[in-house]
């Protein structure tokens, strides 16, 4: 396969950069447990543990969901746009997924609620649902993809997140974004995946006001992206340089988890 001499250099500059961590991974891997970098990444199943106490194959995964983050990072393109689908491609009904049954809910009023503004951004006047519609509005019928293993697509509408994040004068050169929910669930997402054009502060599905099992007032639609990347319930928008990680994240999962 032949590349573009503008590709075959950052494949070249990658490689480069990421040569030595890959020696030093895989000779610690061979030399203190039998394991090899392949093998490891068949461990799938495995509890992550974090700090010193680890086990050797712990501490191995960690490096690798971290090695992983960077590459996927990397190669993210931000021009890229998932794929759409035709209305009629609409799944009915569209499940309900979260970390607890559906009697655990949470019961968010409306009338009261209003989004926080924290971190590096000029403006943290917190936001109310009515202004949130005042803003340009975007549609998109995409796949949700989740890491259990099933997909649907649904149809959703809302601010661009882009839009938001300019219009709270956030500084857009910052790492991270991340959310704060009223189900206690929390997430980041790095810089670029959060300006992507189909990354959505979404108010609305299948043409209608988000109902409490789809997120009810607000919550993130991210389709370039698998399904646990896309809080609900969100009460808080924060940006940051610091690591937020992520309630799935913190407990093993890989954190850009790009689809």
């Known amino acids: 396969m032949t590349r573009d001499p503008e590709t075959a250099a950052r494949l070249k500059a990658l490689r480069a950069d990421l040569q030595p961590e890959l020696v030093r991974l895989e000779r610690r891997a061979l030399l203190r447990s039998g394991l090899s970098l392949g093998a490891l990444t068949l461990l799938t199943g495995c509890d992550l543990s974090t700090g010193s ?8 995964l960690w490096a690798m969901s971290r090695f992983n983050d960077r590459v996927q990072g990397w190669l993210f393109d931000p021009t890229k746009l998932a794929p759409t689908y035709p209305a009629s491609m609409i799944d009915t009904p569209f499940r309900f997924n979260a970390y607890y049954p559906p009697d655990n809910i949470p019961e968010v009023e409306g009338a009261d609620w209003k989004l926080e503004v924290s971190g590096l951004v000029a403006d943290k ?53 991340g959310f704060k929910c009223a189900d206690r669930y929390y997430g980041s997402l790095d810089m670029p995946s959060a300006l992507h054009p189909q990354t959505v502060l979404a108010l609305d599905f299948a043409g209608k006001e988000l109902s409490p099992e789809y997120g009810y007032p607000l919550r993130v639609r991210v ?34 988890s790009g689809i």
Not at 127 to 138: D, I, N, S, V
Request: glycine share 10%; hydrophobic share 35%.
């Open 53 to 60: 106490n680890g086990t050797l194959a712990d501490r191995m």
């Open 125 to 177: 006047t917190p936001w109310t649902l009515e202004k949130l519609r005042a803003l340009p509005q975007e549609s998109q019928i995409t796949r949700h993809v989740c890491i259990e293993g099933w997909s649907q697509i649904g149809q959703w509408s809302g601010v661009p997140l882009k839009t938001f994040l300019e219009r709270v004068g956030a500084d857009l050169t910052a790492k991270y974004v």
């Open 223 to 256: 389709p370039t992206k698998l399904g646990f990347k896309s809080p609900k319930y969100i009460g808080s928008v924060f940006v940051t340089n610091d690591y937020p990680g992520g309630y799935w994240e913190d407990q093993g999962y890989n954190w850009f």
